[in-house]
């Protein structure tokens, strides 16, 4: 698929474009005079098919300009979607939803690169390979560096999903792709899924850093850099909701556990509801004194025997547990350091955590 030039930034030949919107509404038979959800007619999907440069009666053809398939212009324009798929399985076509261009690009790249949930989950409720990889001749993003000659050039479905489409469907789809592919991204850390989110995802940006981050998505200061998508200043806030996000998390989990101890959760008892240590359960006020205060309380607080019940407890009350934490502590610590630098050279340096609200 050749790379094309879009507003001094280089994309891939896989765009929506309003070009080519226009060849399906200014054709006789109109795609968008029909029920969106049905199938296309054979009058309407021959006609659209022809006016992109297919020909309908040979699918398995591609389309030599661009190297795509029928599959692939169904990805590109959202009001066809589903419909053209529906209409191209039925008509002798389903074996070609994976076929891929010569860059690697399959039609399931193309439709969550341009954001369409539906057509994507159609597609892989109906076999498109969510696993699959691309790789690329020319840089994706303008605001990149050009990668060296020994560095992976490859993107992946996820990374292109992370750039346009819902928090929703990234969600679902992080369970399905394999998990290298929730860090993997054609040049390091510059091209993460984590920074396809952060910088192109205007739509879902903070929401979905969040959402890669408890999944495991690694933090790197790679994935965060200013760009034309982002002013210094906005950058700046940004980073900081995302710091504080963080570290409220943590802070929530903090206070789950002075909770549980202070609130004598635990008696010494296995019985002993009220803590005075009888194990009968009667409350009672007696014993060895206050439940916080009693020998080996935290260590029984986080054994084996009640660390289901913490655990059912915390997910109730929305507290994080578990490996959540590890990936909260990680990304606050970065996001704590791109906050001090940015503000250091904005306001000098020394002045982050005066100017923290």
């Known amino acids: 698929m050749a790379a094309v030039q879009l507003g001094g930034t280089w994309r891939h030949g896989m765009e929506s474009t309003h070009t080519s919107q226009a060849l399906y509404q200014n054709s006789e038979a109109s795609p968008y005079s029909e029920d969106p959800d049905a199938m296309l007619s054979d009058e309407v999907a021959t006609t659209v098919l022809r006016n992109c440069g297919f020909d309908p009666n040979d699918l398995h053809a591609s389309l030599d300009e661009k190297d795509d398939t029928a599959w692939h212009l169904a990805g590109r324009v959202q009001r066809l979607g589903v419909r053209m798929a529906k209409w191209l399985e039925a008509n002798g076509a389903a074996d070609m939803i994976n076929t891929s261009a010569s860059t690697g690009v399959t039609p399931l790249m193309v439709a969550v690169y341009n954001g369409y949930d539906n057509l994507a989950r159609w597609m892989i409720a109906h076999g498109a390979d969510v696993g699959a990889t691309s790789h690329f001749t020319s840089p994706v993003f303008g605001w990149s560096p050009e990668p060296e000659e020994d560095e992976q050039k490859y993107s992946t479905v996820f990374n292109y999903a992370c750039r346009r489409c819902s928090v929703t469907f990234v969600q679902e789809l992080a369970d399905k792709v394999p998990p290298a592919h929730l860090d993997a991204g054609p040049v390091a850390q510059c091209y993460s899924p984590m920074a396809t989110a952060f910088i192109l995802n205007t739509a879902h940006r903070i929401p979905m850093v969040k959402m890669l981050v408890l999944r495991g998505a690694a933090v790197h200061v790679a994935a965060f850099p200013a760009s034309e998508h982002n002013t210094t200043m906005s950058l700046v806030k940004q980073h900081l909701e ?79 547990t578990g490996v959540e934490l590890g990936r909260l502590r990680r990304a606050a610590a970065v996001w704590r350091g791109i906050y001090r630098a940015r503000v250091g050279v904005l306001f000098g340096e020394g002045t982050a955590e005066v100017l923290r609200p």
């Not at 004598?264 to 004194?289: K, Q, T, Y």
């Open 242 to 320: 995302l710091l504080e996000w963080a570290e409220g998390e943590l802070e929530n989990h903090r206070t789950f556990i002075a909770l549980l101890l202070g609130c004598g959760v635990l008696g010494s008892g296995s019985g002993d509801v009220g803590g005075d240590g009888d194990g009968n359960g009667d409350g009672g006020g007696g014993g060895d004194g206050a439940p916080a205060m009693r020998p080996n309380l935290l260590s029984k607080l986080r054994g084996d025997g009640n660390t289901d019940a913490r655990m059912r407890i915390a997910r109730c009350l929305g507290v994080r």
